[in-house]
């Protein structure tokens, strides 16, 4: 069962650009690696998910080494709005046929955006 | 309809009462998960389902009895529960793949449950 390592919290002020990195020695071949952000009292919401080298959306970038071995979520020009926890899941959906696998959050990052 | 919809967003109960919690989506999904989530620590997974079948059971507590009755439908029946049950229960859904694994899951609201 892949674990996830992340900072525990980060500060940032706005109009900079945030990298949190996420570790996961562990990671199974099939595993993907995919980011979600929470606000308080919220479910956590989808960010970003990869499988190797760069993803890039219209909210933020995923980096992957080679080895797959940890992960770095980019999140450019951040605003105050941005203030919250982000995790990085690493695993998948159960496989069609009833094999699982199984999704946990790791302790997740504190991002604060000051002004 | 990318939704998932929880109900009730609050509730409270005491420890003999009798309770459920209902998620539902329409975005095809066939797997379905609860979480629970106490203040200031990541999401704990419960259960999930696939396929309408309960695949995985993360040791819950049979106080919580979890229910899919069909591809749309989550419930999550509650009894004899205890104060330090008090949490944020999330439902989740996503897509199931044959071969390759993703994470995509969508999250709905939260219930939020308190135990007097």
């Known amino acids: 069962l892949a674990k996830t390592t992340q900072p525990i919290s980060m500060d940032s002020y706005e109009g900079q650009e945030v990298n949190i990195t996420c570790s996961h020695n562990?990671?199974?071949?099939?595993?993907?690696i995919t980011w979600y952000q929470q606000f308080p009292s919220q479910g956590p919401r989808f960010i970003i998910q990869?499988?190797?080298t760069k993803v890039t959306n219209e909210v933020a970038s995923l980096f992957i080494p080679a080895d797959r071995k940890s992960s770095t979520l980019s999140l450019p020009r951040v605003s105050l709005s941005d203030t919250a926890v982000y995790y990085c899941l690493v695993g998948g959906a159960p496989n069609y046929g009833g094999a699982t696998n199984k999704l946990i959050f790791g302790t997740g990052t504190l991002l604060a955006v000051q002004p | 309809d990318t939704e998932v919809t929880q109900t009730p967003k609050h509730l409270v109960m005491g420890m003999t009462n009798k309770k459920s919690l209902k998620c539902e989506q329409h975005?095809?999904?066939?797997?379905m998960y609860w979480y629970k989530q106490k203040a200031k620590k990541p999401p704990e997974l419960m259960f999930v389902?696939?396929?309408?079948?309960?695949?995985i059971n993360e040791s819950v507590p049979s106080r919580f009895s979890p229910e899919c009755p069909n591809s749309s439908l989550l419930n999550l029946h509650l009894h004899a529960l205890q104060p330090e049950d008090s949490a944020l229960y999330l439902c989740?859904?996503?897509?199931?793949?044959?071969?390759?694994?993703?994470?995509?899951?969508?999250f709905g609201e939260g219930s939020r449950l308190t135990v007097l």
């Open positions: 990869g499988y190797k």
């Open positions: 562990n990671i199974a071949t099939n595993d993907y």
């Open positions: 975005m095809g999904h066939r797997a």
């Open positions: 389902y696939s396929y309408e079948k309960l695949s």
């Open positions: 989740a859904s996503s897509q199931v793949t044959g071969g390759a694994n993703t994470g995509e899951l969508f």
